[in-house]
């Protein structure tokens, strides 16, 4: 609704991952150029790591687009909450393959006997796992008997793990040094620095069919959406596209840091609040003391207090038994 009053051909602030809209930083090239490597010299295992919102499923539909011009075939993974055998199941059918009603046996010889038949015609396949973080141990280790299917030079199967920092961690943990081992290319995404995210901006709004002599943004809204964004493209695009609503409503051509931090507050951005379930081990044994010792303390304390009331006076009359006091 705002394109018209800013002279906008289409939204230049969508959250999709549209590959046209790729911001091609120095991280960002150096990831693709690794990934395009990975694949077309058949590297076996690759592995991209990022924060949330950095563009990693950006920079994959990106990769997807240049290897299906070269006649990659690849089956994409996006849901990886999956046991292993409806991983497998899913990774036939993305192939083409018929994977209803099949056991663990002939889906792993279906997908073998593709993987061969695609060689031998010389052309290159490959597996994308997106959410990889997400993968239990039993799955990355099907993944890994996956890479097995080779020839004496060359691995038949390309796989490419994507997914947050927690993939890393993941990955170092000592069930998993095999496939650590055959990890052959690693690159990661970070958030993009306040030079970085005024050019995004920029970029974004002349991709839309802006008038780069038009400021719609002033370089002080520009440090407020770093500020509040903290250079991840996802939150930019999001900030900026509430502004360029907010802006419109109020008939405003230019964007100043007011609208930003009202943007920012209404997206409730910088408010974090904790699970019970994120509180580590060490936060919990210590958390665990301290309930401890304040029972301890409150034993204490009432021990103290029972010791100082007077005790009861025992008199003894004739005709009531001696061990039977009156209080």
């Known amino acids: 609704m705002y394109k018209a009053f800013f002279n906008l051909k289409r939204n230049p602030f969508e959250i999709t991952p549209d590959p046209s809209f790729l911001f091609a930083t120095r991280k960002h090239n150096e990831a693709l150029a690794s990934l395009y490597y990975g694949v077309r010299r058949h590297k076996g295992f690759v592995v991209m790591t990022g924060e949330v919102g950095t563009g990693k499923t950006l920079l994959i539909r990106c990769l997807l687009e240049l290897l299906t011009r070269n006649q990659v075939g690849f089956a994409y993974i996006f849901n990886s909450r999956l046991n292993a055998m409806e991983f497998l199941r899913y990774v036939a059918g993305d192939f083409g393959l018929t994977a209803s009603g099949k056991g663990k046996d002939e889906l792993l010889l279906s997908i073998s006997d593709y993987l061969v038949e695609r060689h031998r015609k010389k052309l290159t396949t490959l597996l ?4 990889a973080h997400h993968l239990s141990a039993e799955v990355l280790e099907e993944i890994r008997l996956l890479t097995n299917l080779e020839t004496p030079t060359q691995k038949l199967l390309q796989i490419l793990l994507v997914g947050q ?3 890393n961690e993941k990955l170092d943990s000592t069930n998993l040094r095999q496939l650590k081992q055959r990890i052959a290319l690693r690159c990661n995404l970070e958030a993009l620095s306040e030079e970085e995210t005024r050019a995004y901006i920029k970029r974004r709004l002349q991709l839309a069919g802006g008038n780069p002599e038009n400021k719609i943004f002033s370089d002080a809204a520009a440090s407020a959406i770093f500020r509040h964004s903290r250079g991840i493209p996802r939150l930019i695009n999001t900030v900026c596209e509430n502004a360029l609503i907010a802006a419109y409503a109020h008939q405003l051509t230019q964007i100043e840091p007011d609208i930003i931090d009202e943007v920012a507050a ?3 951005l910088g408010i974090v609040t904790s699970n019970d379930s994120d509180v580590s081990v060490e936060e919990g044994s210590e ?9 301890l303390q409150f034993h204490d304390f009432l021990q103290s207090a029972r010791s100082q009331q007077p005790k009861p006076q025992v008199v003894i009359r004739r005709g009531i038994r001696e061990h039977e006091p009156l209080i």
């Open 287 to 295: 958390q665990l003391r301290s309930a401890a010792n304040t029972l």
């Open 266 to 268: 209404d997206l409730r």
């Open 165 to 167: 920092p927690e993939l």
């Open 128 to 131: 994308v796992v997106d959410e």
